[in-house]
Structure formats: structure tokens, C-alpha cells
């Protein structure tokens, strides 16, 4: 079938064969991972040979809803292999008018979550699998446009609310706080293991210790700071709950093993000043 052009509206996103809504954006890179050879007595590259691991990085990101069922898809699908840690693999397939690409053995190597006051919530995660194939089958039509109902639509938090226990004088609590936006981020950087006689790896295991970050920016009215007279840093539990204008939650994060890394004040003319925390909190499963 000829096509004219790909419009956003014609591509779709599938999971282990389920379709994921609310995709904000999508990208798939596939770069050559070569090894130069240099002949002896040349002062350039002679010859260049593809390596044993060839890739595809596929990134996305998401508006978080409640879901058609009342779970919000973007952790629906993340949690179905065990956690981050896990070597549990994602096959993706992205579907247009024109044809499908396929990418097996996907592990997840990134997972961020962003929110600000007043403004929709996005979620990003980035894939590591094998190669992606092309084919100009399985592509969707015009009816195959879909229009998803979700219970209470895109998240808009218009307060963030903040508490912390067990931190000492390094947690943060937003009784008196402006919260403005905050983010929750982890990197899972993986090592290959390839068997003998095989080009692609069979597992991706992730590199330990694993851990994540917590950054929160608020608007300053008060004195805050960072507390360097104990040599063991507090750690604790963070919990973050975003509610509606009526102080109705929409969701909340509650991460454990919490520690404050660094404390930033900045201020800008005709601008409010702004204060930073930055913990980093252990990935245990």
C-alpha cells in the first residue's frame, strides 16, 4: 500500500503483543557497532567488521492516566518481568501504514518519571534489545485508529505534597513548602554475556549496585540547608503525593533508603528563588 506520509496518528505501539495508549513520543536508533582494523604499515582504517553485539535503542514517553482499567499502563507493563533488576526481556513492535518494526529481547536500561504543578505527567523509559527487523507487513489502516477512554483522564497534579520520616534533619516536609516539580529517575547500565558460538547476548544483567534519584525544586521561604556535621548521612523513607485543586490524590511514590546528596540555591532577576534537594535512594529488586 502507498502512503503519502507517517502521521503520528498512524503509528502504534505494542508490548508482548499489547497495545500500550497515551504515547507522547517514540524513537528507534540502530547504530553500527564496528571494530576498525588496521593493516600493519597503514596509517588508516583498511577494513571495518560488524562486533558480536548489534543493537536497537528504542525511547518513549508517556502521559500517565489512570487506564482504561483504573492502572496506569506505564507501570502496568514495566512490572511484568519482576522489577528493575530483572533479566526478564520485552519484545516491541511498532506498527504504521506503511509496515511494522520488530525488536526482541528488549531489557529496560532507563525509567524516569517527571511532574510539575499545573502540567500533564510524563513518564520515560529506554530499551536495549537486538536488532530491529523491517517488514512492510502487519501495517494498521486509518480504521485502526484508536480513541482511548481513561476513568479520569491525563494526570494534572495542581499540588505536590512531600513528607519524609526517618531522614533526621535531611528530610524535606511540605507543610509550609512550594513544591513546584519534582522527578524520579533510574539508570540500569548492563553488562553482556554472550555464549560461545552466539552473535547477540543472551542475557543483559545489571550493573551493581544499582540506585536511583529523587531531585524536588521548591520555591524558597524558608531557611533550609545542608547539614555536614554527621558523618553517616540519614536515610529514610520519601513519600510524594500528587493531588488535584480539591487535595484529592491522584498518585503517590513512596521510595525507601532515601539520602540527601546536595542542596542548590539559585535565583534569577524578576524570579523567585529556587531550592534543589537531590537524595539518592538503592534499587533492590
Do not use: W
Amino acid at each position: 500500500m502507498a502512503v503519502d506520509r507517517i502521521h503520528s496518528s498512524d503509528i502504534q505501539l505494542f508490548i508482548d503483543g499489547s497495545r500500550i495508549p497515551a504515547v507522547n513520543s517514540l524513537s528507534l536508533s540502530t547504530p553500527k557497532e564496528v571494530i576498525d582494523i588496521q593493516r600493519l604499515g597503514t596509517a588508516h582504517i583498511t577494513e571495518r567488521v560488524l562486533s558480536s553485539n548489534q543493537t536497537t535503542t528504542l525511547q518513549m514517553e508517556m502521559l500517565l492516566t489512570t487506564g482504561a482499567t483504573g492502572v496506569d499502563p506505564f507501570y502496568q507493563f514495566q512490572q511484568r518481568h519482576g522489577g528493575f533488576l530483572t533479566t526478564g526481556k520485552f519484545d516491541f513492535q511498532v506498527k504504521d501504514t506503511a509496515g511494522s518494526t520488530v525488536m526482541n529481547d528488549a531489557s529496560l536500561t532507563n525509567y524516569s518519571i517527571n511532574a510539575s504543578v499545573g502540567e500533564l505527567i510524563r513518564g520515560n523509559a529506554t530499551y536495549l534489545g537486538v536488532g530491529a527487523t523491517f517488514s512492510d507487513g502487519g501495517a494498521i489502516s486509518i480504521d485502526d485508529q484508536s480513541n482511548d477512554d481513561f476513568i479520569k483522564g491525563f494526570m494534572r497534579p495542581q499540588k505536590i505534597q512531600i513528607t519524609t520520616t526517618t531522614n533526621g534533619q535531611e528530610g524535606i516536609n511540605t507543610e509550609s513548602l512550594h513544591i513546584q516539580d519534582f522527578s524520579i529517575s533510574v539508570d540500569l547500565p548492563r553488562k553482556n554475556v554472550t555464549r560461545i558460538g552466539q552473535r547477540n547476548p543472551s542475557f543483559r544483567y545489571p550493573e551493581l549496585p544499582a540506585g536511583g534519584s529523587i531531585e524536588v525544586s521548591m520555591i524558597k521561604n524558608s531557611v533550609t540547608g545542608l547539614d555536614l556535621s554527621s558523618l553517616v548521612c540519614d536515610s529514610g523513607v520519601i513519600k510524594i503525593d500528587l493531588k488535584d485543586d480539591l487535595g484529592n490524590s491522584l498518585m503517590d511514590f513512596v521510595t525507601s533508603g532515601c539520602c540527601l546528596e546536595n542542596v542548590d540555591e539559585s535565583t534569577s532577576l524578576d524570579d523567585n528563588t529556587t531550592i534543589n534537594f537531590s537524595y539518592y535512594f538503592p534499587i533492590i529488586q
